[in-house]
């Protein structure tokens, strides 16, 4: 049967129930596609997911931003320790000087004398560096070698006060020694410095330059002592 259309006097379309079940049909997967859709949406805007090996798929954690600590300018972190501090004894605050010698069969032996002439209490450890030195500033023969089996511990010294530390220069005249030297100064490294210090000797210092064996020692230097040694 057809229908006049009264707008535009115009037959209205016929529709037959076939074409009516093909568009039931359109609408029905269209919104199950809008369906689809949405979910997959859905799904995208939540936690990513991992698949590890063997298909099972596991939720990844969050991702959680890291931790920062704000520094502020001009501080340092120190470790400090409590309790008064006292430092190692410079060698442009000691005064050293050599005494006398005393001579006994072999060796002669001195004491060299170390005086705090700084302004705060300072402490030596150790063995000093000894060394001796000929006029134009050469060394003859090898430094002094420290002694062994002697013990020893550190010394403070206050403004004004003095420690001690003994030197034995072997005989040249006895060998295995084949020619000696004059030192006309001794240098003296305190423990720990790497400045020395130029020690005059009255008469200077008769020293071994050339021993015949490598063992030979031409002196020996003791420890830092708070008496004379």
Known sequence: MRVQDHLTD???PTVTPA???????AAAVLLVGVGLF?????????SPTTTPIGG?????????????????????????????????????DLNISIGSPNGTAGAIHYVLTYLNAGTSSCTLFGYPGVSFLA???????SPAQRTTGVGFSSVALAPGAIVYSGV??????????????????????PPGETHA???????????CSSPN?????SAIVGPLVSSTP
């Open 38 to 46: 949405l979910a997959a949406c859905s799904r995208s805007s939540s």
């Open 10 to 12: 115009r037959p209205a």
């Open 213 to 217: 064996t490598p063992s030979y020692r």
């Open 56 to 92: 099972a798929s596991t939720t990844a954690p969050p991702t959680t931003a890291p931790i920062t600590t704000p520094t502020t300018s001009g501080s340092s972190a120190t470790s400090t320790t409590s309790g008064p501090k006292t430092n190692s004894c410079a060698t442009r």
């Open 197 to 207: 210090a130029l020690v005059v000797p009255a008469g200077g210092i008769a020293v």
């Open 19 to 25: 074409e009516d079940q093909g568009r039931s049909r």
């Open 135 to 141: 006029a134009d500033g050469s060394q003859i023969g």
């Open 168 to 189: 034995s220069v072997t005989d040249p005249g006895i060998p295995p020694c084949s020619s000696a030297g004059s030192a006309t100064r001794v240098q003296v490294f």
